[in-house]
């Protein structure tokens, strides 16, 4: 069973970046489907982005164009460059094994106005 450990998160003021890894205990070349998820204070967990073992990425609209997905297959890890944060992106950001609903145990992102 593959552990994801989320890092990267903190405290930004808005209009600031922050890139969030996602390291696997082992191999994630056979995951076909990874994320980001987000939850927000007093908000339901929400679909972030997601991305293929070959690369395809889907964004959630709110943001498209500002974050970006990617992994490295043979680093076993994830990422998520966020750009041009808001204030309402403030949540716990969570990587998922889309393939087996998997998940870390979040990292907290802040960002203030």
């Known amino acids: 069973q593959v552990q994801l450990v989320e890092s990267g998160g903190g405290l930004v003021q808005a209009g600031g970046s922050l890139r969030l890894s996602c390291a696997a205990s082992?191999?994630?070349?056979?995951?076909?489907?990874m994320g980001w998820y987000r939850q927000g204070p007093g908000k339901q967990r929400e679909f972030v982005a997601r991305?293929?073992?070959?690369?395809?990425?889907y964004y959630a609209d709110s943001v498209k164009g500002r974050f970006t997905i990617s992994r490295d297959n043979a680093k076993n890890t994830m990422y998520l460059q966020m750009n041009s944060l808001k204030p309402e992106d403030t949540a716990v950001y969570y990587c998922?094994?889309?393939?087996?609903?998997?998940w870390g145990q979040g990292t907290q992102v802040t960002v203030s106005s």
């Open positions: 082992g191999s994630i070349f056979s995951i076909n489907y």
């Open positions: 998922c094994n889309i393939d087996r609903w998997k």
């Open positions: 991305i293929t073992t070959g690369g395809s990425t």
